[in-house]
């Protein structure tokens, strides 16, 4: 993380969820994707179908900090 001022952290700063490991990345990224692309179109049978798990470390990750601290996870943007 290479953030040293506060605008540089205002700017990066993308949100945070209660708890720590993989269920919370996985969380953040179903809910990034649902604030993107709104799946409410999508059939039950395809959106079930979508690993978010997988999205976060094959893509999500390279864009994304997340730091845990005090049981919450934090998610910084790393591309500002």
């Not at 708890?19 to 953040?28: A, D």
């Not at 692309?37 to 979508?50: E, Q």
Request: glycine fraction near 4%; proline fraction near 2%.
């Amino acid at each position: 993380l290479s953030i040293t001022t506060a605008e540089q952290f205002c700017e990066a700063f993308y949100g945070e969820l209660e708890g720590v490991g993989s269920h919370i990345t996985t969380k953040f990224t179903e809910e990034l994707m649902e604030d993107i692309y709104p799946t409410d179109d999508i059939p039950d049978i395809y959106r079930n179908a979508i690993d978010f798990e997988l999205v976060w470390y094959q893509s999500l990750r390279y864009d994304f900090y997340d730091l845990e601290f005090k049981g919450n996870t934090y998610f910084f943007n790393r591309n500002v």
